[in-house]
């Protein structure tokens, strides 16, 4: 009998394991959070008995944080589903009433009705994900179905960061790049909570700090990494990119730019059309060089050469000998004035027109809307000048750029920046992450020594060469889409569009409303199905998203759409399949629940088709290997999927005898070819192992992974690890390599033609699509090819005076989502959380450190405990995301603290805001769809004495499941190390 309360040891740890116990190390991938670090785990008898980091791996080097070492915890979790279930015949959704069923059956179902939908209209069904590694496969699967509505957690989670980086530099931060710490001087943190690239950053920062590089964090609150800075400049959310606007402005001001980068290796000296009409605005070009290039080829842009006084090629492309401004070393690119070509068409430079767009965002201009002195602003921008020109190096590495020239050297500036949600999560994210983008290639950071350095398979083609269907013909019943379902839009005609122009897409991506939602609009898909707006839906699989409670918007008014039902009484969202390893909020709402396996249970590779590990010096994927069994019935949804694909007979899963073709996912990661010698893993190809990156299926592979730390590094030599965009072998190898379908150069993109495109369509000045009157205005203001700031859009929907706090979240360090409160060991570190109030905003309010408080947008309000902070920006209040729970999910008690007195903020969030004439869109960035999260408006009053001290709103517990584990009886068990 277990005593659980008493005095007794129930495991002495310095005791030796049991004579004749087996032990043995395994490595494998963590994922814990979304960093990937190497770990080694230790079992005993097979069971998992210690995690650490593995010395071995490149992203952690052996560090290991709170989160990757609980992962004990999580196979012990007691909110552990294992086994597949059925919800009960007569019952309602979300009472959590449910049968046991065989995989045999839950497979049955689904695939029957599966086959139905792809029979007759594949859109009617739809898989959305949630923070899943393994896009390659899901969106795969999404295609071979033939359905367009896939997408991961991107588009409520950093698109803007992804796209507005990408549309501008060919690559963005993160998993497609970040701050070279080795060489920089200067480190510049903005909108960056802890939680991405967390071991790696943390390991960087410990070096650069001790190397004397100066620190600097801008963000509205200072907590984590800002902990550690060496200045903490508070801004207010959603206003970083005015402070980027006025730093241009200055640097400009000052002419503290790198004059020689812009003209060789950007598009700011290229002649812009400065006619009005449908050329208006978009680059001069040479029509016997190809047709007008869309921003990804040819490149056949001029520019204005200073010596000849005439337009000239700004280059030409290989082969073609024509004298050109980037070859000819007597050309000088003008990147000033304005100019008559031959026929009299007045153009100007694009950079003169980005001196005339900064030239009114003056530092006292910015000072209003951040909140930072304009000294300070002014301050910064000097700061940024100095170390990169004053404190600039050389690496004596020789190079060839991508128009012929050699270059004895390559030039540092060791200035680095670092961005994430906090600049993504707006309404404004898509065009101030682009002006940051243009902030870092004005100062001449861009892969280069101590600035900004890509990642392999980045950079892309700007924009990258992945459309996505474009057209309500390329969606048919029984077959797969022409095209992938997410993809980078360069043009309105590449929009998914049905003939009348309405959204082909259920969540509206890749229509008018955000036409570059290169990762979907996850946070519209309930909402918009159960209006029927565009069309219903028949059948939502949702894997590992928690859309019932925190990964969604509006929680509550969500809650009760997914219980909706129509006139007939049948549910608006028909069926719904939920696909979890955990009792998440989520599960008590599915009709199917399909039991997933930890990560410790499976295979997943990280793969260079989805998202690999890469590092600055060169591509790297690694793997995840089972290193324990599958609990109870848990299958990898990897491996549901291949199945499921096989019996609905998607061709790609098939041989051509229509037999089955992979056994199973780790069989497919193997032998699958996306070309010819191009797969999943770039380890140990070639029959034999023998070959990096390209070469035939490996049988040997996964086994050669486990040996190998379960990483594959693939390091350039030293004369390609730089200046990647221009960058004559590296962008040949790249081609060579798949990682990019031309070699051609990558032109940073100051002026985005493509974003005036779109502008062009919706002012009527362009023959083809035009977007619906409804939605003109908004396109041609949003898609400025220059980047501005405007405020975030909840603004013009709120009375500021009323609801004058900005409220915002952050993950903290022991938590990743809503993955870790049934972890035990986590759940020490935090049960609840507290809403952070700066110490003058709580006295101004008459709330109490510690006290209760409802904290209300005009969508809904909260009652939260306040904890006063110094490290809060005064207009802000923020907490940690996620770790308020629903009563009863995730098998916490009903009055865990986590329920109890934990909360969320996504009850005060509106997934839409009002828009025209009684209308409504979503609460989105317009141009990409990214969830606007941060931009929400609060107030703050205390509660009245005779109120419950008691976190609102609360829901009704959730009931106990079939099928999960024994709760606390087994984690004592571990500690106890007992068998049973
Ligand atoms: S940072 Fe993330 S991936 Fe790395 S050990 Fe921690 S939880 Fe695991």
Redesign the pocket.
Known sequence: MLKLSSDEHIHDPLADPAPGSRTEVKTT?????????G?RVYLRDGEVRYID?NPEHP??KG???????S?IMKQHSPARLTQPLLRKSGSERGAGEFEPISWDRALGILTERLAKIRATDPKKFALFTGRDQMQALTGMFARQFGTPNYAAHGGFCSVNMAAGMIYTIGGSFWEFGGPDLDRARLFVMIGTAEDHH??PLKIALSKFKRSGGRFISINPVRTGYSAIADEWIPIKPGTDGALFMALLHELLRTERIDHAFLKRFTNAPQLVNLESGAEEGTFVFDPAAGPRGDGREPHNKFVWDKHAQRAVPHYVVNGDTRANANHDPDADPALEGEYRLPDGTRVAPAFQLLRERVASYTPEWAAEITGIPALRIKRLAQELADVAFNQAFTLPIAWTDAFGAKHDEVIGRPVAFHAMRGLAAHSNGFQTVRALAVLMSVLGTIDRPGGFLHKAPYPRHIVPNYRTVHSAAQVQPNTPLPAAPLGFPAHPEELALEDDGSPIRIDKGFSWEHPLSAHGVMHNVITNAVKGDPYRLDTLLIFMANMAWNSTMNTMAVRDMLNAKDEQGEYKLPFLVVCDAFQSEMVAFADLVLPDTTYLERHDALSMLDRPISEFDGPCDSVRVPVVAPQGQCRPFQDVLVDLATQLKLPAFLNADGSRKYKDYADLVVRYEHRPGIGFLMGWRGADGSKSIKGEPNPDQWQMYAQNNCVFHYQLPEHMRYMRNWNRDYLDFAMDMAFRQKNDAVQLALYSDVLQFFRLAAQGKTQGRQPPERLRERVARYFDPLPFWYAPLEDEATDRSAYPLNAVTQRPMAM?HSWDSQNAWLRQIHSHNYLFVNPLTARAAGVADGGWAWVESQWGKVRCMVRTSEATEPGTVWTWNAIGKGKGAWKLAPDADESRKGFLLNHLISEELPFGDNGRISNSDPITGQAGWYDVRVRLRPVAAHEAEESSPQVRAAAPLPGVMQGVRDVVRFFAGRKS
Not at 29 to 37: D, E, G, H, N, V
Not at 63 to 69: E, P, Q, T, Y
């Open positions: 991938t963590c994922y814990m959070c979304a960093c990937r670090c770990i980091g992203i952690n560090v290991i944080c709170a989160k990757g070492s992962g967390s071991n990743y």
